[in-house]
Structure formats: C-alpha cells, structure tokens
C-alpha cells in the first residue's frame, strides 16, 4: 500500500468500524494489531446489541439508539462489501417483568418509546397468549406473567463480525495487517491494553479492564429474540449456535481463563430458561472488555498530540455504539467536523 493516510492501531469492533468508514470515504488505511483480527474482547462470543431503556433521555441514550438504527444497514454492507457473514440478525429482544412496579414501568416506558424511538422501533408489552402464539416456549419465566418485546434489540457474532470488517476493508484497498509503519493521523482503538497504557501516558486513570465469561451452545434457535434474564443476556446466533454471557469482574487474576463463575452463568441461565439443561456446551470465552471512566466511549483527539485519536471504551456496548462512532470521529479527521457527544470526549475521563 501507497502512504496510509490513517493508522489505526487495534483490529477490534473500533478499530475496525473506523477503518471500514475511512475506506469509504476513499482514505488510505493501514490496521495494525500484533494479535491478529478480533483476538481481544470484540472476538468473543456474546454480540448483544441492547439498547438502554426508553426513559430519561440523554445524549448517550441518543447516540445509541441513533447507532443501532444505523446498524440496520450497516452490517448488510459490511457483509455485501467483503464477502464475509458478521451474523447480524435483528430478532429483538424479551425481557421478563417480575413484579408489578415493573410492569407499571414497561407501560410507560411503551409511551416513552413512541415518541423517543421515533417510529423506528418499537417496545410492548405482551401477556402470555402473545409470547406462546409469536415465540412459544422461547421465554423465560415470568411471575406476573407478562413480558417487554424491544425490535430495537439486535445481535452479532462478535469473531465474525471483526472478520466481516477486515474483508470490507481489505476488499477496499485497506490494509489488516499484524506490523506496518505508522502514517497519517493515528487513531488508538487497542482495547483494555490501550487503556492501560492510556493510563500511563496521563498519569492517571482514565479507564481500566472488566473480564467477561461467557458460553457457546450447541443449540439452533436462529430467528428467535434474544432473552435478558438473570442479569444475563441469551442470545441465539445465525450460524444454529447460542450464547450465554456475561460476568463482570472488576479483579480478576486471570485475563483469558473460566472458571467457577461460568458454571454460576449456565446455572442462572437454566433458572430463567429449562430448555438449556441437557443442551452440551460447545466451548468457553474468557477476555477483558475496556471500560472508561466515563462510563461513556472514549472518542476524539489525544489532548496535547497532534494528529492521534482515541477509540476505546466500548465496555458492554461497543459493537452497538461502533458504527456511529466511528462515523463521528472519521468525521473529526478527515472532515474537522467534531460531533462527538461532550460525555465522549477524550477530556471526559480525565
């Protein structure tokens, strides 16, 4: 490749979102991660795509629900562009409501998501005869016997979808590579390490690791809604896989390893969902997901370096945050338009 007009270091759902928008718009890209394509916590095997509830508005609120619409066409042209499925699939999602202030509160946000959804999505709740006559017994238990249906909800095979993103950008002239020159304006979208150093280079913390556990089933129930049950998310893949995930670790020892908090994962998942006891177990994930201080994405200028840019801080929500977010910042650099949300902001973590 000729001089790259951006380097980005990190080949995760940042990384590569922003590279994907880059050669779009007829930039020269390199990628460069040591570890190869989605080898961080973008490759695991969870890919909820869930939105916040419809109340109490914010700027964060927007920014996603705006992403996840864009969603909607985002990954079939990934996927038309590089020739490789990302398994996006737009099921929705179910939610049990376990108590009657809950329902109260599924009813109002149902109002809420008329105005604030715009059209574009809905949120209802439905009792039992609508769950068995549009899902049948893909539910899980519910004590008032009533339950939230979201079509804003998505979901994506994480390793796939990073594998998506670097054929779309190779099939563009990009480069996806472990090693290269740095070029160009410099975006840093390396995850939990990149924090780390982050951290260093401010002399303080602006964000740190979270570990994740999650599990990989051998069960089809493509085309079915994601579930939110037990403080987890179930979700069934394209590819007649099924995921559950995910733990939260604030300390952990191991970044990479499961342990006995997977056995609680599968446990609570068979609590809200029986029909997953006897299903076997394809394999096990492990990995630390970059959390920022913000609790927000770290998008925009580095402070004080000219010409670099951070993408990090995706947390739990990065894949459905990441096609709007690299399209603001790709915007700040190759355009100078800056509409990165003030909560986004590199300064926001400081």
Request: aromatic share 8%.
């Amino acid at each position: 490749m000729a001089q790259a007009d951006i380097t980005i270091y990190g080949a995760g759902a940042f990384g590569l979102s922003c590279g994907w928008e880059a050669v779009k718009r007829g930039a020269k890209v390199r990628v460069i991660d040591p570890n190869g394509v989605g080898a961080g916590s973008s490759g695991g095997v969870v890919g909820a795509l869930a939105p916040h509830t419809p109340e109490r508005w914010n700027p964060k609120k927007e920014f996603q629900f705006q992403s996840l619409i864009m969603s909607r066409d985002h990954w079939p042209a990934v996927e038309a562009a590089g020739g490789v499925s990302s398994g996006y699939g737009r099921a929705g999602r179910l939610q049990a409501v376990v108590n009657a202030r809950q329902l109260e509160l599924a009813h109002q946000r149902a109002e809420e998501a008329r105005d604030l959804w715009q059209g574009k999505a809905i949120w209802e709740v439905l009792d039992a005869q609508a769950i068995a006559a549009r899902f049948g017994d893909w539910a899980p238990h519910s004590p008032t016997g009533f339950w939230v249906f979201d079509d804003l909800s998505a979901c994506l095979n994480p390793w796939r979808a990073c594998q998506a993103l670097a054929a779309a950008i190779t099939a563009h002239g990009g480069e996806v590579v472990t090693e290269g020159p740095e070029q160009g304006a410099v975006i840093h979208a390396s995850g939990w390490w990149g924090l780390k150093d982050l951290n260093a280079a401010f002399g303080r913390e602006v964000g740190n690791g979270v570990k994740g556990q999650a599990l990989l089933l051998d069960l089809d129930m493509r085309d079915q809604p994601q579930i939110y049950a037990e403080s987890l998310h179930v979700i069934p893949h394209a590819d007649g896989t099924t995921a559950i995930g995910s733990t939260s670790e604030r300390e952990f020892d191991s970044p990479d390893t499961t342990d006995a908090l997977a056995d609680d994962l599968r446990a609570r998942a068979i609590a809200a969902l029986p029909q997953l006891a006897d299903v076997p177990e394809i394999r096990r994930w492990a990995g630390v997901r970059p959390r920022a201080k913000s609790r927000a994405p770290m998008l925009g200028a580095w402070p004080e370096r000219d010409g670099h840019y951070i993408a990090n801080g995706g947390f739990k929500i990065g894949y459905g945050m990441a096609p709007l977010a690299a399209k603001v910042l790709v915007d700040l650099i190759l355009e100078g338009r800056d509409a990165i949300p003030e909560d986004f902001k590199v300064e926001a973590s400081l």
